[in-house]
Nanobody, 127 residues
């Protein structure tokens, strides 16, 4: 059975850091791409970053240079280190798995290509 469980969210001041974790069970990371999405009330869920099964990484422009996605193959964990956070980063963050694994070595942030989802975790950036 497949499970993705997020942890590490919370309240942080602007300029602060958080590290989100996604515990993946039932899916090998070397066969699946894992992505982080986020959603705020009234807005569509947006992709933030992803890591393909071969390790290819992608970030959306607003988080480049501030967020880092990584994974631990032995623990079957995927992480999102978030630095220099701003109130615009406030959202519920989700990890999700794309069983296709990669697209020419790359991952993609299309909602409909992610078959498995965690339940989400709140990140609030506020003073």
């Amino acid at each position: 059975q497949v499970h993705l469980v997020e942890s590490g969210g919370g309240l942080v001041q602007p300029g602060g850091s958080l590290k989100l974790s996604c515990a993946v069970s039932g899916l090998p990371l070397d066969e699946n791409a894992i992505a982080w999405f986020r959603q705020t009330p009234g807005k569509e869920r947006e992709g933030v970053s992803c890591i393909a099964m071969g390790g290819g990484i992608w970030y959306i422009d607003p988080v480049k240079g501030r967020f880092t996605i990584s994974r631990d193959m032995n623990k079957n964990m995927v992480y999102l280190q978030m630095n220099n956070l701003t109130p615009a980063d406030t959202a519920v963050y989700y990890c999700a798995a794309d069983p296709r694994g990669s697209y020419g070595g790359r991952c993609r942030l299309r909602l409909d290509e992610h078959e498995y989802w965690g339940s989400g975790i709140q990140v609030t950036v506020s003073s």
